[in-house]
């Protein structure tokens, strides 16, 4: 579904990333995971063409994604950036059908959509007309979540959608948010820092380091046969404080 091939970027004079070639499956969840800087959300914005890869190609479904096709590409990806990025003018409604309106959908197209997403999320309907600042943490991401669902992607891109939460929400989300991946059996990346999070959700984790992709494997692989001490050690540094002291 999803290709990256022999893929460098460069800011100024950090090399973000490294002749990085990877593969997504169709289906799956693929989680991108590593320390601040190692190249892992420049990945997602490669692949809905928001920036520019300097030499490899990026492919989706078999076609180059390039400044000639990239809008028409990214209607069949969804979008969750980090902290949701929600419009703070507009109701979590007009946030939601934002896309669709642009697109000039019928009303009751938009409406049979709404409803759908909104008992996928468990969103209350009585929420729609508020704005972001008026909704909680959990329900902001799940206006985030919609929106980026609102016209049915065969994609679906997350950059840390709930490293802002606190840990009791944030636990509560994972659980929905993977019950929402098992139900739509979309193509899903996720990006986190969290390990047990990309174990969590995971088909496929990727680890990287400083632009270059150290290993990637299931979750099983990264914990029992790591290729780099690298993987134990990032591993290990997030260990909880519980296990810490049982370890004591």
């Known amino acids: 579904m999803i290709e990256l091939n022999n893929v460098t970027k460069t800011f100024g004079q950090t090399q973000a990333l490294q002749s990085v070639t990877l593969t997504c499956s169709g289906g799956k969840t693929t989680v991108l995971i590593g320390p601040s800087g190692c190249g892992k959300s420049t990945l997602l914005r490669l692949i809905i063409g928001l920036t520019e890869q300097d030499s490899g190609t990026v492919t989706f479904d078999g076609v180059p994604v390039a400044p000639n096709n990239v809008f028409s590409l990214r209607r069949k990806m969804g979008y969750v950036i980090q902290e949701g990025g929600l419009f703070p003018h507009l109701t979590a409604r007009r946030n939601i059908t934002v896309m669709a309106g642009y697109l000039k959908w019928n009303a009751d197209r938009i409406e049979e959509r709404l409803d759908e997403l909104l008992e996928l999320t468990q969103f209350p309907h009585d929420g729609l007309d508020r704005f972001p600042l008026q909704l909680s943490g959990g329900q902001q991401q799940r206006v985030s979540l919609m929106r ?101």
């Open 148 to 248: 980026a669902l609102m016209l049915d992607p065969s994609v679906l891109l997350l950059d840390e959608p709930l490293g802002a939460l606190d840990p009791m929400i944030r636990a509560d989300l994972q659980e929905e948010l993977k019950e929402i991946f098992q139900a739509l059996k979309k193509t899903v990346i996720l990006v986190t820092h969290d390990i047990g999070e990309a174990c969590y959700f995971g088909d496929e984790v990727v680890l990287l380091r400083e632009g270059t992709i150290i290993q990637k494997g299931t979750p099983e692989d990264l914990v029992f046969a790591p290729v780099d001490p690298f993987v134990t050690h990032f591993i290990n540094a997030q260990r909880s404080p519980l296990e810490n002291v049982r370890a004591q």
